[in-house]
Protein backbone atom coordinates (compact mmCIF):
# COMPACT_ATOMS: atom_id res chain seq x y z
CA UNK A 1 0.00 0.00 0.00
CA UNK A 2 1.45 3.52 -0.96
CA UNK A 3 0.22 4.43 2.86
CA UNK A 4 0.99 2.33 5.87
CA UNK A 5 -0.48 2.24 9.20
CA UNK A 6 1.37 2.10 12.37
CA UNK A 7 0.13 2.33 15.59
CA UNK A 8 1.47 1.68 19.28
CA UNK A 9 0.51 -1.45 21.77
CA UNK A 10 -2.06 0.62 23.82
CA UNK A 11 -4.38 0.42 20.62
CA UNK A 12 -5.08 -3.16 21.74
CA UNK A 13 -5.49 -4.28 18.04
CA UNK A 14 -6.24 -8.69 18.09
CA UNK A 15 -3.65 -10.15 16.33
CA UNK A 16 -5.28 -11.34 13.63
CA UNK A 17 -6.37 -7.97 12.69
CA UNK A 18 -2.56 -6.73 13.34
CA UNK A 19 -1.84 -9.77 10.56
CA UNK A 20 -4.59 -8.80 8.32
CA UNK A 21 -4.27 -5.45 7.77
CA UNK A 22 -0.14 -4.72 8.24
CA UNK A 23 -0.30 -2.67 11.01
CA UNK A 24 3.27 -1.63 12.23
CA UNK A 25 3.31 -2.23 16.68
CA UNK A 26 5.17 -0.84 18.66
CA UNK A 27 5.24 -1.80 22.30
CA UNK A 28 5.21 0.43 25.26
CA UNK A 29 7.13 -0.78 28.20
CA UNK A 30 5.76 -2.29 31.50
CA UNK A 31 8.41 -2.43 34.52
CA UNK A 32 7.65 -4.94 36.88
CA UNK A 33 9.70 -5.10 40.02
CA UNK A 34 12.23 -3.69 38.64
CA UNK A 35 12.40 -5.55 35.39
CA UNK A 36 11.38 -3.87 31.88
CA UNK A 37 9.07 -6.39 29.63
CA UNK A 38 7.86 -4.85 26.22
CA UNK A 39 3.79 -4.94 26.08
CA UNK A 40 2.42 -7.63 23.86
CA UNK A 41 5.86 -9.31 23.78
CA UNK A 42 6.91 -10.57 26.94
CA UNK A 43 4.82 -9.63 29.64
CA UNK A 44 0.75 -10.28 29.64
CA UNK A 45 -2.34 -8.51 31.14
CA UNK A 46 -2.95 -11.25 33.91
CA UNK A 47 0.87 -11.01 35.00
CA UNK A 48 0.70 -7.31 35.56
CA UNK A 49 -2.98 -7.66 37.10
CA UNK A 50 -0.80 -10.22 39.65
CA UNK A 51 1.73 -7.94 40.23
CA UNK A 52 -0.75 -5.05 41.40
CA UNK A 53 -2.65 -7.18 43.70
CA UNK A 54 0.83 -8.01 45.60
CA UNK A 55 1.59 -5.02 45.41
CA UNK A 56 4.43 -5.42 43.43
CA UNK A 57 5.80 -1.90 41.86
CA UNK A 58 4.43 -1.35 38.42
CA UNK A 59 5.22 1.09 36.32
CA UNK A 60 4.91 2.10 32.54
CA UNK A 61 6.95 3.93 30.34
CA UNK A 62 6.82 4.96 26.00
CA UNK A 63 9.18 3.26 23.48
CA UNK A 64 12.66 5.13 22.56
CA UNK A 65 12.30 6.93 19.25
CA UNK A 66 14.50 4.29 18.03
CA UNK A 67 11.57 1.63 17.53
CA UNK A 68 9.47 3.82 15.80
CA UNK A 69 12.32 4.61 13.63
CA UNK A 70 12.69 0.62 13.17
CA UNK A 71 8.33 0.67 12.80
CA UNK A 72 8.85 3.35 10.06
CA UNK A 73 11.62 1.93 8.50
CA UNK A 74 9.89 -1.48 8.09
CA UNK A 75 7.06 0.52 6.31
CA UNK A 76 9.91 1.80 3.82
CA UNK A 77 11.15 -1.72 2.97
CA UNK A 78 7.81 -2.76 2.11
CA UNK A 79 7.25 -0.70 -0.33
CA UNK A 80 5.04 2.08 1.56
CA UNK A 81 5.42 5.76 0.46
CA UNK A 82 4.01 7.65 3.46
CA UNK A 83 2.89 6.60 6.96
CA UNK A 84 0.29 7.56 9.42
CA UNK A 85 1.35 7.04 12.68
CA UNK A 86 -1.50 6.51 15.34
CA UNK A 87 -0.74 7.09 18.54
CA UNK A 88 -2.48 7.08 22.70
CA UNK A 89 -3.69 10.40 23.97
CA UNK A 90 -0.79 12.58 24.29
CA UNK A 91 -2.49 14.05 27.66
CA UNK A 92 -1.94 10.11 29.13
CA UNK A 93 1.25 9.70 27.74
CA UNK A 94 4.60 11.11 26.29
CA UNK A 95 4.51 8.40 23.37
CA UNK A 96 3.68 10.84 20.47
CA UNK A 97 6.91 12.46 21.45
CA UNK A 98 9.06 9.74 20.35
CA UNK A 99 6.99 9.19 17.49
CA UNK A 100 7.21 12.98 16.11
CA UNK A 101 10.67 12.75 16.76
CA UNK A 102 11.02 9.49 14.68
CA UNK A 103 9.20 10.82 12.13
CA UNK A 104 11.85 13.70 11.46
CA UNK A 105 14.33 10.93 10.75
CA UNK A 106 12.08 8.51 8.58
CA UNK A 107 12.95 7.18 5.26
CA UNK A 108 9.53 8.92 3.96
CA UNK A 109 6.78 11.09 5.16
CA UNK A 110 5.64 10.14 8.83
CA UNK A 111 1.67 11.76 9.83
CA UNK A 112 1.81 11.72 13.76
CA UNK A 113 -1.69 11.68 14.63
CA UNK A 114 -2.79 12.01 18.47
CA UNK A 115 -6.25 10.01 19.01
CA UNK A 116 -6.76 11.79 21.78
CA UNK A 117 -8.02 8.63 23.34
CA UNK A 118 -6.30 4.77 23.59
CA UNK A 119 -7.68 1.27 23.62
CA UNK A 120 -10.22 0.20 21.03
CA UNK A 121 -11.66 3.87 20.07
CA UNK A 122 -7.94 3.90 18.55
CA UNK A 123 -7.86 0.37 17.39
CA UNK A 124 -10.85 0.81 15.53
CA UNK A 125 -9.46 4.09 13.80
CA UNK A 126 -6.28 2.41 13.03
CA UNK A 127 -7.90 -0.62 11.78
CA UNK A 128 -10.00 1.36 9.13
CA UNK A 129 -7.78 3.71 8.28
CA UNK A 130 -5.71 0.53 7.20
CA UNK A 131 -8.48 -0.31 5.24
CA UNK A 132 -8.77 2.81 3.49
CA UNK A 133 -5.58 3.13 2.68
CA UNK A 134 -5.76 -0.43 0.99
CA UNK A 135 -8.09 1.17 -1.56
CA UNK A 136 -5.08 3.91 -2.33
CA UNK A 137 -6.19 6.66 -0.54
CA UNK A 138 -3.80 9.59 0.02
CA UNK A 139 -2.04 10.03 3.74
CA UNK A 140 -4.11 13.15 4.27
CA UNK A 141 -6.84 11.44 3.50
CA UNK A 142 -6.07 8.22 6.04
CA UNK A 143 -4.63 10.64 8.33
CA UNK A 144 -8.29 12.81 8.54
CA UNK A 145 -9.96 9.86 8.75
CA UNK A 146 -8.68 8.22 11.79
CA UNK A 147 -8.73 11.99 13.60
CA UNK A 148 -12.28 11.89 12.40
CA UNK A 149 -13.03 8.21 13.80
CA UNK A 150 -11.43 9.05 16.95
CA UNK A 151 -13.57 12.29 17.22
CA UNK A 152 -16.63 10.36 16.57
CA UNK A 153 -15.97 7.31 19.08
CA UNK A 154 -17.26 6.99 23.26
CA UNK A 155 -14.81 5.53 25.52
CA UNK A 156 -16.12 4.99 29.18
CA UNK A 157 -15.13 2.82 32.39
CA UNK A 158 -15.18 1.83 35.51
CA UNK A 159 -12.56 1.09 38.07
CA UNK A 160 -12.73 -0.68 41.15
CA UNK A 161 -10.43 1.88 43.10
CA UNK A 162 -9.02 4.99 41.52
CA UNK A 163 -5.58 4.45 43.34
CA UNK A 164 -3.75 3.12 40.28
CA UNK A 165 -4.67 5.76 38.34
CA UNK A 166 -3.74 8.43 40.92
CA UNK A 167 -0.09 6.58 41.35
CA UNK A 168 0.29 6.41 37.72
CA UNK A 169 -0.75 10.40 38.07
CA UNK A 170 -3.30 9.87 35.16
CA UNK A 171 -6.11 10.99 37.04
CA UNK A 172 -6.74 13.97 35.39
CA UNK A 173 -9.79 16.42 36.20
CA UNK A 174 -11.10 13.19 38.52
CA UNK A 175 -8.89 14.28 40.61
CA UNK A 176 -10.98 15.72 43.43
CA UNK A 177 -11.99 12.13 43.71
CA UNK A 178 -9.25 10.55 45.33
CA UNK A 179 -9.87 11.54 48.72
CA UNK A 180 -13.66 9.81 48.47
CA UNK A 181 -12.40 7.14 46.44
CA UNK A 182 -13.35 4.40 49.37
CA UNK A 183 -17.18 5.86 49.21
CA UNK A 184 -17.91 5.82 45.32
CA UNK A 185 -17.80 3.80 42.62
CA UNK A 186 -17.07 6.08 39.57
CA UNK A 187 -17.57 6.22 35.68
CA UNK A 188 -15.31 7.74 33.90
CA UNK A 189 -14.41 8.79 30.28
CA UNK A 190 -11.86 10.25 27.82
CA UNK A 191 -12.99 13.95 27.19
CA UNK A 192 -10.13 16.20 24.97
CA UNK A 193 -7.58 13.12 25.39
CA UNK A 194 -8.15 13.13 29.24
CA UNK A 195 -9.62 11.28 31.69
CA UNK A 196 -12.58 12.65 33.68
CA UNK A 197 -15.32 11.91 35.98
CA UNK A 198 -18.58 10.97 34.07
CA UNK A 199 -20.83 10.29 37.11
CA UNK A 200 -20.84 8.72 40.64
CA UNK A 201 -22.83 5.58 42.10
CA UNK A 202 -22.44 3.46 44.59
CA UNK A 203 -22.18 -0.11 44.06
CA UNK A 204 -20.25 -1.58 41.38
CA UNK A 205 -23.21 -3.69 40.09
CA UNK A 206 -25.03 -0.08 39.61
CA UNK A 207 -21.84 1.06 37.75
CA UNK A 208 -21.92 -1.29 35.70
CA UNK A 209 -25.21 -1.22 34.85
CA UNK A 210 -24.71 2.63 33.71
CA UNK A 211 -21.95 1.47 31.35
CA UNK A 212 -24.33 -0.31 29.59
CA UNK A 213 -26.90 2.22 29.49
CA UNK A 214 -24.31 4.82 28.46
CA UNK A 215 -23.02 2.31 25.42
CA UNK A 216 -26.22 1.69 24.65
CA UNK A 217 -26.71 5.55 24.50
CA UNK A 218 -23.89 6.29 22.17
CA UNK A 219 -25.04 3.29 19.59
CA UNK A 220 -28.29 4.67 19.38
CA UNK A 221 -27.38 8.21 18.65
CA UNK A 222 -25.15 6.79 16.04
CA UNK A 223 -27.61 4.90 14.25
CA UNK A 224 -29.50 8.06 14.66
CA UNK A 225 -27.48 9.16 12.25
CA UNK A 226 -27.82 5.98 9.77
CA UNK A 227 -24.10 5.35 10.73
CA UNK A 228 -22.85 1.15 11.98
CA UNK A 229 -21.08 0.96 15.47
CA UNK A 230 -18.27 -0.84 16.55
CA UNK A 231 -18.69 -1.64 20.01
CA UNK A 232 -15.34 -3.38 22.69
CA UNK A 233 -15.32 -4.42 26.03
CA UNK A 234 -12.60 -4.21 27.18
CA UNK A 235 -11.37 -5.46 30.64
CA UNK A 236 -7.96 -6.87 32.93
CA UNK A 237 -8.46 -9.76 35.20
CA UNK A 238 -12.37 -9.31 34.91
CA UNK A 239 -13.64 -11.38 32.20
CA UNK A 240 -16.83 -12.69 33.68
CA UNK A 241 -17.62 -9.26 33.79
CA UNK A 242 -16.94 -8.39 30.79
CA UNK A 243 -18.23 -11.58 28.89
CA UNK A 244 -22.00 -10.60 30.67
CA UNK A 245 -21.62 -7.32 29.84
CA UNK A 246 -21.09 -7.87 26.24
CA UNK A 247 -23.77 -10.55 25.96
CA UNK A 248 -26.34 -7.89 27.26
CA UNK A 249 -25.17 -5.46 24.47
CA UNK A 250 -25.43 -8.02 22.10
CA UNK A 251 -28.70 -8.43 22.99
CA UNK A 252 -29.33 -4.52 22.70
CA UNK A 253 -27.33 -3.89 19.76
CA UNK A 254 -28.78 -6.28 17.58
CA UNK A 255 -25.60 -7.38 15.59
CA UNK A 256 -23.13 -10.21 17.30
CA UNK A 257 -20.74 -9.34 15.41
CA UNK A 258 -21.00 -5.67 16.10
CA UNK A 259 -19.75 -6.12 19.55
CA UNK A 260 -16.52 -7.80 20.52
CA UNK A 261 -14.49 -8.91 24.43
CA UNK A 262 -10.63 -7.43 24.25
CA UNK A 263 -8.53 -7.56 27.43
CA UNK A 264 -6.68 -4.56 28.29
CA UNK A 265 -3.01 -4.92 27.84
CA UNK A 266 -0.67 -4.46 30.21
CA UNK A 267 0.38 -0.43 30.32
CA UNK A 268 -3.42 0.61 30.31
CA UNK A 269 -4.01 -2.69 33.12
CA UNK A 270 -1.03 -0.94 35.38
CA UNK A 271 -3.09 2.42 35.40
CA UNK A 272 -6.77 1.30 35.95
CA UNK A 273 -5.71 -1.77 38.56
CA UNK A 274 -7.99 -5.32 37.94
CA UNK A 275 -11.46 -5.35 37.78
CA UNK A 276 -11.53 -2.77 35.59
CA UNK A 277 -14.14 -2.93 32.26
CA UNK A 278 -13.87 -0.37 29.85
CA UNK A 279 -16.40 0.39 26.66
CA UNK A 280 -15.26 1.66 23.08
CA UNK A 281 -18.11 2.54 20.73
CA UNK A 282 -16.52 3.54 17.32
CA UNK A 283 -19.29 4.65 14.83
CA UNK A 284 -18.12 3.13 11.25
CA UNK A 285 -17.78 6.59 8.81
CA UNK A 286 -17.11 4.28 5.73
Not at 73 to 94: F, K, N, P, R
Not at 186 to 200: Q, S
Request: proline share 4%.
Amino acid sequence: MPVALVTDSTAYLPAAWQARLSVGVVPLHVVVGGHEYNEGVDITADEVAEALRSFTPVTTSRPAPQAFLAAYQAAADAGAEAVVSVHLSSDLSATIGGATLAATRAPIPVTVVDSRSLGMVMGYAVASGSALAATGASVETVADHVRARCAASEAIFYVDTLEYLRRGGRIGKAGALVGSALAIKPILGIRDGAIVLLEKVRTASRALARLEERAIEAVSAAHDEGREVDVAVQHLGSGVRAATLAERLRSRVGDEDQVRVVELGAVVGAHVGPGAVAIAVSPRLV
